[in-house]
């Protein structure tokens, strides 16, 4: 299922993207915080899978495994059926490389690991005490101009810093990706969600599922009985139900790849997505 995102259709900018509710994350793909080859032939099954299940965007970042999720992610996208026009691909930049040049570098080292020639959104994974937000957008800008990067976003950015960027960015800010999930409503609390709803900018939910650790109470089992359905697979509808929110769950498991971009085509009711709603912010903050 696609999620059609139509920005400022009132204005001169109007700017159009489709993008699916559900994608997939790469975090642990090829490794964790450093590269771990020995785990290459469960990384790139893990994303052949995903590509043949039918996941168009996939969400990595240059951190991700130091670059082998980026490598992983290009190998299984070249050796796919799967065109990559027909792919949304997006990276990010490390808090690290945010000055001009930097920048600049960071993404073409993602291009030569994805072995493409853009990436479809670039995100500044996230804010870095002391950075020159200005500097930044100039060189994400100019990625932009040079057709590198489609579009521009951000991740685990708080309300100001959020306008900052919007006012920094030659061309719409898409998303504020940040940590989303039935316990955890932070970025409804600090306003985020609600200003992303009313201005078009997507929330990507990250961590969707948390490990596992969503806790099953009565609410969430009655609702997944009622659809057939797991209880982590309600967890994603209740997200992508939202206005303006998809999510980008991980999973090595062939099972819980395809669950969760079937997740993308469950229909709560608005008395669901209430009750989901009261369970959480009355019994688990
Ligand atoms: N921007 C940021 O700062 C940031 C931070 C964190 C994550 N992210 C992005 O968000 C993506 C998702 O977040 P995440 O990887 O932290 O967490 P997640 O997707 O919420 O959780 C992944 C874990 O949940 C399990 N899982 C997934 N689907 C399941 C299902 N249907 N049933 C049961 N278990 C399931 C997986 O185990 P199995 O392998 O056994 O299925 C895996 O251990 C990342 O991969 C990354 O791309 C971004």
Known sequence: MKYEIIHNTSTSSVHRLTLPKIGFGTWKIGG??????????????ALHFALEVGY?????????????AEDLLGKAVRSSKVKREALFITSKVTPSHLKYKLVLKACENSLRRLKMDYVDLYLIHWP????KLEETFRALNKLVRDGKVKHLGVSNFNLKLLKQSQSFSETPIITNQVPYRLPDHAYIKNGVLEYCQQNDIL??????????????????????????ATPFQIALAWLVMQPRVITIPMSFDPKHIKENFDAADISLSADEMQRLDNAWNKNDE
């Open 128 to 131: 870095q005490v002391g950075m």
């Open 56 to 68: 168009t965007h996939f969400d990595t970042a240059e951190m991700y495994a130091n670059g082998h």
């Open 203 to 228: 929330v990507t939910a990250y961590s969707p599922v948390q490990f596992r650790s969503i806790r099953v109470n009565k609410t969430l089992g009655e609702i997944a009985k009622a659809h057939s």
């Open 32 to 45: 964790e915080s450093s590269a771990d080859p020995t785990t290459d032939s469960v990384s790139l099954a």
